[in-house]
């Protein structure tokens, strides 16, 4: 099972930024994909999930509005859109794979990460 | 602020045992909501050590277990080894936000 993530990303205030992050080594549909970012020197911070059969997304109160989870199962890639990007956004994106299916409890494996910095 | 307190740093002598204690609430924890916990090497991903409280993903070995009661979880590592050197993390689900949470994190260090 791999998650192999989009590169680093270096964007301006204002702007958007869209992160891929390709499955392989399972049945794509099978599972919910997380979306956890980890800010310098800070804690780990969830950020929702999608359902990758179809498409249903969750996002955390502090994202929503400014998120968007989609997926091409055909790609069996999901991708994280976030707009109105600011320097707090400054931080390491993971996406993790739900360890049971869609129990939607825990997450493992992760993607490696993609550094996204928000500087003008 | 934070939702699972975790105490910022632990050590112990090669061989040790250590605890990493989760402080919640009765809006995560103390609800009944599992506590997972997470190794973390820098400049890697997490890697998932302890499901629904106690249980162990294939490859995690026995000296590393986890446990709760009431509103907090704990996290013990035996035998301690220079590998062990590493970032930990709990994580459970807190009603009052809908939404997974993470406690702050733990750096372990092995003397």
């Known amino acids: 099972v791999q998650l192999v993530q989009s590169g680093a990303e270096v964007k301006k205030p204002g702007a958007s930024v869209k992160v891929s992050c390709k499955a392989s080594?399972?049945?794509?549909?099978?599972?919910?994909m997380h979306w956890v970012r980890q800010a310098p020197g800070q804690r780990l911070e969830w950020m929702g999930w999608?359902?990758?059969?179809?498409?249903?997304?969750k996002y955390s109160q502090t994202f929503q509005g400014r998120v968007t989870f989609t997926r091409d199962r055909s790609a069996s890639t999901v991708y994280m859109e976030v707009g109105s990007l600011r320097s707090e956004d400054t931080a390491v994106y993971y996406c993790?794979?739900?360890?049971?299916?869609?129990?939607?409890?825990?997450?493992?494996?992760w993607g490696q990460g993609t550094l996204l910095t928000v500087s003008s | 602020q934070s939702v699972l307190t975790q105490p910022p740093s632990v050590s112990g002598a090669p061989g040790q045992r250590v605890t990493i204690s989760c402080i919640g609430s009765n809006s995560n924890i103390g609800a009944g909501y599992n506590v997972y916990w997470y190794r973390q090497l820098p400049g890697t991903p997490p890697k998932l050590l302890i499901y629904h409280n106690s249980l162990r993903p294939s490859g995690v070995p026995d000296r590393i277990s986890g446990s709760n009661s009431g509103t907090s979880a704990s996290l013990a590592i035996t035998g301690l080894q220079a590998e062990d050197e590493a970032d930990y993390y709990c994580?459970?689900?807190?009603?009052?936000?809908?939404?997974?949470?993470f406690g702050g994190g733990t750096k372990l260090t092995v003397l």
């Open positions: 080594g399972y049945i794509f549909s099978n599972y919910a």
């Open positions: 994580q459970s689900f807190d009603i009052s936000l809908s939404a997974s949470v």
């Open positions: 999608i359902d990758a059969d179809n498409g249903k997304t």
């Open positions: 993790a794979r739900d360890f049971s299916g869609y129990d939607l409890d825990c997450f493992d494996p």
